[in-house]
Every structure is written in structure tokens, then in C-alpha cells.
């Protein structure tokens, strides 16, 4: 830890080259810029239509789960006050494999995910200016996988299904994309250019210099609280209670129509609506008392945005049946949409373009320092921690993560990218719960931040003994079905069928969570474990178990080039390397 501090700061104020300019409120301001954007605005929807009103209940879960986790961040913060996150804390804790590991997924939480925020942007700001009878052709609003994907879907259809397909809106402009497009050569000319356009300016203002990015972000913020809280009043006036109480496949009224199963479904959707507190921790180099900040902001943060969400969540069930919220990319317009209130469609969408653009920015800024404290340890280029003379900003770190960004928005979509977010988060989260496990306590100090330790030797093997007793007793075949059942795969929950793949193999991440959470709760006897991050470990490992298995085939595939690049370029030219050399 001592030569971790040594390389980002001087006694606490910095000589890494950035400038200390970011106070608490700038800091918490930056973490509700990170997280309330397109999880709140695009992925509620799909999350509703999975869990029902129920989806509450998750939303709660992921927030207590991040609850957890944001302890274990401000322990990292309050010792470790220098940029890079999960992938410095993984450092001092688990060593350089890991840290590798953790670095190269947080790409797909910061790079990957801001191409889904781009996509989403992108629609909001699309159908802003058809409110204002702007049009930009079809074929520059989408991406071409979508667009191919649907007219796929359209020419496998009867022709009385296909009349029911156009009459969606959406379906019928990814259809004229695909038909109207400009063709060279024998390929269509089909791409996101809002998407392109966003990422270019907030890589541009991001390379200029931290406190305009600061300023440009609070001003954002404000509007788009603001904004919610209205959505959340004026919703309110129209929430019916019967649709909280929905009647499921079996007749009966159920908070929960599809059952947890269905609630479990919608976790990559809900969690990503919680992706960016921990981007706050990035910041550390750039803030004026990392130590007593960072877990202020990133704490004050993720109370106020789960509160949000929590109430979101109610008024979107509570407005409209949650059926209708299938394939619904902006699940706030369509509430008053169906309601015909057309003032509050038009502010939805002005709300939208605000808060995904405060995403994108703080996103935007994270993956650079990441990349920047890699450089430091070796395990990228030197290039990569080189500073700006003039904007005091890793000048060639943002220009390569705009670059991350903006070349695949010409060649993915949403749907594959937002799982593929989720996942690489929470895999991140586990092992900061788990590096705190490693580090020694500390003694306590006045000013900063101080994990309060609650001795888990025989809380922590109890819970875990009452969670297997109660589900053994309330489920009996709960244990053994999951040696026989995997319904994370393919299951349409809203049928309650369930496929052949999921009937094939057992539910591996399910078993390895239970093996998991039994090994802890033998360590934490011998050990005498801290009961808050062990909390972390357990809660994060339970939301990867929502996952799907294609989930898991793409996070691994990717952890697999990692370590290639790893094996023949980081573990050769590493600090570590050259120490041991």
C-alpha cells in the first residue's frame, strides 16, 4: 500500500500531475450523474416487464448490495486515495493477476457500458427531435445489428403477423432502415451517428480538464433530479393499485406474477441501473480530502439513487400493467404515453438526453485513470499515464477510450452490451468485498473513513445455516433441483416454461454460490472475518447467480483474451517483473 500512495500522491495532496479540485458535493453530484442515466431510463422497462411490481424487491437487493460494497470501496478510498478502483484495490489485496483481471473487466463496466448509454442517448434525443418535427433517416438511428435482427424476425413472420409487427412503432423504423439504406457494394450503410456524435463531444470535454467536466456535470445533475421528482409526482396522480397486484398465468393476483424466478430474471437490468457509484472512487487523485470524500460521495450517492429508484419502480407497475413495458425502451415516456399526457412525454424525453449525457461523462472519465494506474504498475504502456501539459488530464488514455467506445457502436447493439456490463461489475464488486477480507484492520483516525468491524465468527456460519434451513423447509426441492434445473438459461418467465436448455445441466453458479457462502462461514469461524464485507461477498455472489449462462460464455471468453494479452505483454513487463528481475 505504502508504494501504491507513493506513485499517486504527496502526503495526501497529489503530485501525480491531475488537479485536486473536487469537493464532497462535486463528488456525490458525480456519482447520481453516473448512476441515474439509461438504467433508469431504458433498462426499468425490460426489468419491470420480467419481474412485475415485484421488481421492487430486487431493487432493493442490488441496493443493498451496493450498500455493502460501498463500505468496502471507502475502506480501499480511506487508505488507498489514488485513482484507479477496483483495479488498485485489487492490487494491494489480491496481487497482480488479479488486479489484471479486475482491470481488464472494468472495461466492460466503463467502456462496453458507455455503449449502451451512447445507444440509449441516442434514442431518447431521436425521438426528442421527431417531437419537434426534426428527422434524421432511419439508417443513421440505429445500429445495424438491430436493424438486420429485425427484418430477420419480419420475414420469418405469416403475413398477418407481420401486420401486427409494424404496427410497433419501433419495429416499423428498424424495418425502414434496413429496406431505405444506402448500399456499397453489397453492404448496407446502416449506424448510430447520434451515438458517434455524443461520444465525440464528451471525449472531447473529458480530454480539456476535470473541473469543466466538474461543472458541466453538476448543472446537469440538478436538472435531472429535479426532473425525476416530477416524473415521480405527476406518475403518482395516475398509479392504480390493481396493477400492483397483477393476475399471474394461474389466475391468482401476485406481487410477484412471474415468481422470484421471474424477479431473478431481471437482474442484469436492474443492476446495471446501479453501475457508477464506484466510478466516484476513480476520482481519488482529483479530489480535494479523498480520505473523508470519496466515502461520503460515493455513500450519500447511492441512498438518494436507491431511493429513486425504488419509487420509479412503484409509479411505472403502478401506472401501467407491467406486460407492457415488452421491448420498451423508454419505460418513463411510455407511462404517459398511455396516459396521453403529452407534456410530460416531451420533458421525459429533454430528461433523458440531460442524464444520459451526465453518464457518458463520468463513465467517460473513469476508464481513463483506470488505464492510467495500469500503466504506473506495467501492465500497460507508458503512453498510457502520460499527462496533458495544458488540461492536467491522461490525454492519451481518453483518446483511446473514446475510440473503445465509439468503433463498436458501429458493429453491436444494446441488448448484447447490457449484459455484458452487469456481469463484469459485479464480478468486480465481489473481489473488493473480498480484498478488504485480506487487507489488516486498521486502527481508527479522526477524519476519515472507518469501517466499523462486527466480528462475523458465528453471526455470519448462523445466517448461512438459516438460509439453507429455511429454504430446505419452505422449498424442499430447492437443493436438489439445482443439480437437476438451470433456470438462469432460457426460461420465458412469462409462461413459466422453461426450455430444454434449461432442463439440460444443472444450475452451476447457483452451486458454486451455496459452496461458496458454506467456505466463508468456515473462515469466518477460524478467521474471525469482519461481517460487512463478508455481507458484500455474499450479496454480490447471489446477483451473479441471475445470470444467464450466455452471460457467463461472453465474461469468460473476454477474461480469456485478457490473459492472453496478460501472459505475453503485463506479466513480462511488470514492475513486479522487473523486481524480480
Not at 19 to 45: E, M, Y
Amino acid at each position: 500500500m505504502e508504494s501504491i500512495l507513493k506513485e499517486g500522491s504527496d502526503d495526501g495532496h497529489g503530485s501525480s500531475g491531475l488537479k485536486r479540485v473536487l469537493n464532497v458535493r462535486d463528488l456525490t453530484f458525480f456519482g447520481i450523474a453516473a448512476i441515474i442515466g439509461a438504467g433508469s431510463f431504458s433498462s426499468l422497462g425490460d426489468a419491470c416487464f420480467k419481474g412485475g411490481p415485484g421488481v421492487v424487491i430486487l431493487f432493493v437487493m442490488c441496493g443493498i448490495a451496493c450498500a455493502f460494497t460501498a463500505f468496502c470501496y471507502s475502506e480501499f478510498a480511506s487508505r488507498i486515495p489514488v485513482a484507479g478502483s477496483a483495479y488498485t484495490y485489487a492490487y494491494a489485496s489480491f496481487g497482480e493477476l488479479f488486479a489484471w483481471i479486475i482491470g481488464w473487466a472494468l472495461i466492460m463496466e466503463y467502456s462496453i457500458g458507455n455503449i449502451y448509454v451512447a445507444f440509449s442517448w441516442s434514442d431518447y434525443f431521436t425521438s426528442f427531435l421527431h417531437k419537434i418535427n426534426v428527422h434524421i433517416p432511419d439508417y443513421l438511428t440505429t445500429s445495424y445489428l438491430e436493424a438486420k435482427k429485425t427484418f430477420l424476425n419480419y420475414t420469418s413472420q405469416t403475413s398477418a403477423e407481420q401486420l401486427e409487427f409494424v404496427k410497433n412503432q419501433a419495429n416499423a423504423e428498424l424495418l425502414n432502415a434496413w429496406n431505405n439504406s444506402p448500399v456499397v457494394g453489397s453492404l448496407k450503410i446502416i449506424f448510430d451517428l447520434p451515438a458517434l456524435i455524443i461520444n465525440l463531444f464528451i471525449t472531447t470535454l473529458v480530454y480539456i480538464g476535470i473541473k469543466e467536466s466538474r461543472n458541466f456535470s453538476n448543472a446537469m445533475v440538478v436538472l435531472k433530479l429535479a426532473a425525476v421528482a416530477l416524473v415521480i409526482i405527476v406518475g403518482a396522480y395516475y398509479i392504480d393499485p390493481a396493477n400492483w397486484m397483477p393476475v399471474n398465468d394461474a389466475g391468482t393476483k401476485s406481487f410477484m406474477p412471474n415468481g422470484f424466478s421471474g424477479v431473478m430474471a431481471a437482474v442484469s437490468g436492474v443492476f446495471f441501473a446501479y453501475i457508477g457509484f464506484d466510478a466516484v472512487s476513480v476520482l481519488a487523485e482529483e479530489s480535494k480530502n479523498p480520505q473523508r470524500d470519496l466515502p461520503r460521495g460515493m455513500t450519500y450517492s447511492l441512498v438518494i439513487c436507491t431511493i429513486v429508484y425504488i419509487l420509479l419502480a412503484l409509479v411505472l407497475t403502478g401506472v401501467v400493467h407491467y406486460k407492457q413495458f415488452e421491448n420498451v425502451g423508454d419505460p418513463l415516456a411510455k407511462i404517459f404515453e398511455v396516459k396521453n399526457v403529452g407534456w410530460m412525454q416531451m420533458l421525459v424525453s429533454v430528461i433523458a438526453v440531460v442524464a444520459m449525457t451526465s453518464v457518458l461523462l463520468v463513465f467517460q472519465m473513469g476508464q481513463p485513470r483506470i488505464w492510467m494506474s495500469m500503466s504506473r504498475d506495467g501492465l500497460l504502456p507508458h503512453v498510457f499515464q502520460k499527462i496533458h501539459k495544458k488540461y492536467n488530464t491522461p490525454s492519451f488514455s481518453t483518446i483511446i477510450t473514446g475510440l473503445v467506445v465509439g468503433l463498436p457502436i458501429l458493429f453491436t447493439d444494446k441488448s448484447f452490451v447490457l449484459d455484458f456490463t452487469s456481469i463484469a461489475t459485479l464480478f468486480a464488486f465481489v473481489l473488493v468485498c473480498g480484498g478488504v477480507l485480506l487487507i489488516p484492520r486498521k486502527e481508527k483516525v479522526p477524519g476519515r473513513f472507518n469501517m466499523p468491524y462486527i466480528n462475523a465468527q458465528f453471526i455470519f456460519p448462523l445466517l448461512i445455516l438459516a438460509a439453507i434451513v429455511i429454504l430446505a423447509l419452505a422449498s424442499p426441492g430447492y437443493f436438489t433441483g439445482m443439480f437437476d434445473f438451470d433456470y438462469s438459461g432460457n426460461a420465458d418467465y412469462t409462461t413459466n416454461k422453461v426450455s430444454f436448455m434449461d432442463l439440460a445441466t444443472p444450475n452451476i453458479s447457483l452451486i458454486v454460490f451455496w459452496l461458496s457462502a458454506i467456505v466463508l462461514a468456515i473462515l469466518s469461524l477460524v478467521k474471525k472475518y469482519s461481517l460487512i464485507p463478508l455481507m458484500g461477498v455474499t450479496t454480490c455472489l447471489y446477483l451473479l447467480t441471475g445470470m444467464t449462462k450466455s452471460n457467463w460464455a461472453w465474461f469468460l471468453g473476454w477474461l480469456g483474451l485478457g490473459l492472453i494479452i496478460y501472459i505475453f505483454y503485463g506479466y513480462r513487463k511488470s514492475r513486479l517483473a522487473g523486481a524480480g528481475a
